[in-house]
């Protein structure tokens, strides 16, 4: 039996401590809406609950923390009842009016508590602890306002439709304020908001937001570029019909390509790679204008990269080779590597050529015919590599682009026609295609995302692992799969390593994505934008310290893009949210270790396995800790550099299957065993 505890309203038992916390709140909040927040003492509000002040200072320290804890119980209480309402909404538009429902009810649209949010919204700009608090309290109602809109409204306008929404509710809140509280009307300040949601929606286009409820076949959607918002050109989705007209091309085209000698088929895929390096500098353009990514990058990793691949594999598949097996003087056997015939490829947005390029040379080199679906945000430069391939002599329909959003893509996972699938892309994606490819059967490559460890250890030299951070970071805007996002650093390093890492991001270039000079671009659009931005939020309330960056850069014309500072969290644990989930932005969390079974230990502790990488100058500990960790893809004394010779793939929830280097010959090739008899066949019959 606890006597410890008081009886809840629910019948259920409170301990002692934590009711005193919330009677003392609560009195808290009274003081503030009777007295604002001068007037609001330690020894006043312990007078109004009857107890000693220093019983208040027991519980909360200082007063500081007191309002800190009293204003997070107002946001809090709000949260709970938007949260109740959420949950009975039945539709997207009942979702919108729960929040301005919870924000503008009675009980909360009354004098004593608009009081006291007044008081400490007045604080917030003074105050650190309260503005987070704020901060946190309005991105979750924008995010479910954002949320709510979603459905009906294409992304931009549910996230400007959000913000007007929640302006509007303080507006509201406001004027009800200065009134004197005369206007504190709940009921009609719930119909103003209502009337001009009904309005907005009602002017709006059509409700057919990216990635939520696309266009349907046959209709065009556009390409943006997201350091500019502007529009760069428009596609056409894929449906049942496009998609089996393309597979009947691509069993056509397959034949063909297949009949050819291997040396031929070499010749043509060379070809092709030349005119990707003959164009880099135009593609490298497009890809920069449709991604964001800088075209200091672009220039010299994303064509590059490609073209090194297809190379590679033209050689790798003119030397494909089966084996020869003696059976004696009467029969022989050999085995025969033959294409699957058609296979599809689709596509994450960050490094969209590339992922084109890394899918179609095995898939070509080893005579299979390509269906390749590029993400919807990034959809243009993969027409590009199509054009090049038909002009370097690939017969039609060996490699064919297809555009759509994710429906498009369960057509191809799901065609009884297509004999295997290699994606990359997120996880939750890679088990559903496995799942859709499992009908007929379909071998899968998936490359998902990570969550990877990089490991300083004490002798490493620090210039190099700083280097290597920022490789594992900050490349592409932090939206690389392998990025090493959880960076280790011994304990006798740390403060040594900080500083200068500190020093080399606070030099970093961020801008204009064209510019040769800029080294941080965008991120891919508003919506992954402010994922990263909640990410970042959210490292902050669970206690780890932003050391650089951490908000979104509006300056100048930057505010028309979705630019995030690259950011760098000290003081990380980790099972906090930022150490533990993939954030795929410019966001690094710096943790502390003492010993290599420690840190080994620890690094493993994810679901994912996509990468590693260990600075020492201890070469027998590189490989040993290498050989520990458990990861796909993996670096001593570097980071994030793919040559197209080594595979590339992860392991545990991070993936299947490897791309680039022989292995990956064996998912785009089935073996055929034959037997072969130079005698005479002897039957017991
Ligand atoms: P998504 O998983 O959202 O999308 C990947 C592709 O799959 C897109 O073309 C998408 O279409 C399509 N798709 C979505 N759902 C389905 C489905 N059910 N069936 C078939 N196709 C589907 O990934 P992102 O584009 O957001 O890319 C980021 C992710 O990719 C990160 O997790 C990152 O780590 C990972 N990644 C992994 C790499 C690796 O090599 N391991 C390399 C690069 C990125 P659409 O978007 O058009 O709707």
Known sequence: MNTHSTIRVDGSREPVEDARRRQLIDVTIDSLAELGFAGTTLAQIAGRAGVSPGLVAHYFGDKESLLDAAFRALARRVGERVRFRLRQAESARGR????????????????????AWLAFWGQVLHDPRLRRVQSAYQRRTLGTLRAALKPLLPADEAGSLAAMIAAMIDGVWLRAALSGWREADSASARALLTAFVEGRLRAAPRAQPPGVRPPQPGERFASTNPATGETLGYVTVAGTAEIDAAVRAAQRGQAEWAALPAAERARRLRAAAALLRARNDALAELETRDTGKPIQETRVVDVASGADCIEYFAAVGQSLAGEHLDFGSAAFGYTRREPLGVVAGIGAWNYPLQIACWKAAPALACGNAMIFKPAELTPLTAVKLEEIFLEAGLPAGVFQVVQGFADTGRLLTRHPDIRKVSLTGEVGTGKAVMVDAAASLKNVTLELGGKSPLIVFEDATLDNAVGGALLANFYSSGQVCSNGTRVFVHRAVKAAFLERLVARVAAMRIGDPLDPATQVGPLVSQAHMHKVLGY????????????????????????????????VFDGCRDEMTIVREEIFGPVMSVLEFESEAEVIERANATEFGLSAGVFTNDLARGHRVIAALQAGTCWINHYNVTPVELPFGGVKLSGLGRENGRAAIEHYTQLKSVYVALGDVEAPY
């Open 96 to 115: 919108i009016q729960a929040v301005i429902d919870a924000n503008l009810a009675p009980e909360e649209f009354e004098q004593k508590t608009g009081t």
């Open 536 to 567: 970042i939020e959210r490292g902050r309330e669970e206690g780890a310290r932003v050391l650089i960056g951490g908000h979104r850069v509006m300056d100048g014309a930057l505010a028309r893009g979705h630019f995030v500072a690259p950011t």
